[in-house]
């Protein structure tokens, strides 16, 4: 059964891009942060390499002495992906001890009404949070509709109808930084899953910085080497809240990076999708994937030249595919020994022109990259079987 029965509180939103006073204060502390990030980066600060553990053997090794299970936390921004990260834990993987509502791709007011709707929907057995609002400077996201209108691929409200949710019924179980905070102190051993911007997160570790103490490792989908889906050739996770971002580097927590290098060719391909419609299961989640299909063409990805980074050409994305970048951390989580995983120090480009590109070098940020799925099909064995695990919840 489902935790404690909820009562819907949607969050105020008050307009895309408009700052109040408290939000100007904010965004000053933002710029200042970034600024000293950037003077930071500019000598390449990196993490201690006593910090970072081996990952093989950080995946039999107890990260704390006080518990040997881990408290997972996924930070989603849904976002069609993100349903799917959702939707694969919860079926067929491990399902993460809380979800987080953050703001990232889409603004929070959606990622908040699309967390509460899919946790009715996948009856979602852990706890439910309310994110940052803004990112660390301060900002409101300018949605720019990739996603649909409502943020999943316009399904929402078939999704809500479908499982018979009413707003008046929910309430998140956690309704701020503070209570989330709070929450997180009561754990060691925590795995932080993050599908979207840093935002949440880092104001987290500023509010609490002993809560680095609490957080085993950050498994985080965004950046992007050679692949990248912005104009600018960066990518919009890291993009989104470079400050933020800066505040996790800093931590000397373990990170392990999905980037788009792995998650955009692994694909979920046109025929892949048209078996799991064959299913008869879950028609709005398929929905959701042709949406996505019909999206992301030739052009939504493109390949760095490799001699001069401001140049880039169109990956051949194949016709109708999808690809699941958010599903990669909480694959990851059960199956580790599924990728191959290497430890690298990045630098991120803080300039206004590619605001969040990442790069490879002998100095920076040691973080570790997934670089290679070993089975191109478990992506697709995956959905499969989390078609075929149940029926929808009623």
């Known amino acids: 059964m489902k935790h404690t029965p909820k009562q819907y509180h949607s969050p105020s939103h008050h307009g895309a891009g408009v700052l109040n006073r408290a939000g100007k204060l904010l965004f000053i502390a933002g710029i200042v942060l970034v600024l000293c990030a950037v003077l930071c980066t500019a000598g390449c600060v990196e993490a201690p390499s006593d910090q970072i553990a081996d990952d093989r053997a950080a995946e039999t090794t107890d990260m704390s002495s006080q518990s040997t299970t881990p408290y997972i936390v996924l930070d989603v921004d849904p976002g069609c992906d993100d349903a799917f990260a959702c939707f694969l834990a919860a079926k067929v993987l491990t399902e993460p001890d809380m979800y987080i509502a953050s703001v990232g791709n889409v603004p929070r007011y959606l990622t908040a009404a699309n967390l509460a709707v899919l946790d009715r929907y996948l009856d979602l057995k852990g706890k439910t949070a309310l994110g940052a609002e803004k990112t660390l400077p301060g900002f409101d996201v300018e949605y720019d509709g990739f996603n649909g209108i409502d943020g999943l691929g316009n399904t929402a409200d078939i999704l809500a ?9 929910y309430q998140f179980d956690y309704q701020n930084l503070d209570e ?53 050739n960066t990518e919009y996770n890291f993009k989104g809240d470079m400050a933020a971002l800066f505040v996790l580097l800093q931590s000397g927590i373990q990170i392990v990076v999905f980037p788009l290098d792995i998650t955009v060719p692994n694909y979920v391909s046109k025929e892949d999708i048209a078996e799991l419609k064959d299913t008869g299961a879950y028609p709005e989640l398929t929905m959701i994937l042709e949406y996505l299909g019909a999206v992301s063409g030739d052009g939504n990805y493109r390949v760095i030249d490799p001699d001069y980074a401001w140049e880039s050409t169109p990956y051949p994305f194949p016709e109708g595919a999808v690809a699941l970048h958010d599903a990669f951390p909480v694959i990851y989580v059960q199956n580790p020994e599924m990728f191959s995983i290497t430890e690298k120090k990045i630098r991120i480009d803080a300039s206004l022109m590619s605001y969040g590109r990442i790069s490879v070098g002998e100095s920076g940020f040691s973080v570790y990259v997934a670089e290679e799925m070993k089975d191109r099909n478990y992506i697709n064995d995956l959905l499969l079987e989390a078609y075929t695990s149940e029926e929808v919840s009623a």
């Open 161 to 169: 109808e479908a499982c018979g949710f009413n707003e008046s019924e």
């Open 180 to 232: 989330i905070a709070d929450e997180l102190m009561c754990h060691d051993n925590i795995t932080y899953l993050l599908t979207g911007s840093a935002s949440t997160l880092a104001q987290l570790l500023i509010k609490k910085p002993e809560l680095k103490n609490h957080i085993g490792k950050i498994l985080m989908m965004g950046g992007g080497l050679e692949i990248v889906d912005t104009p600018y």
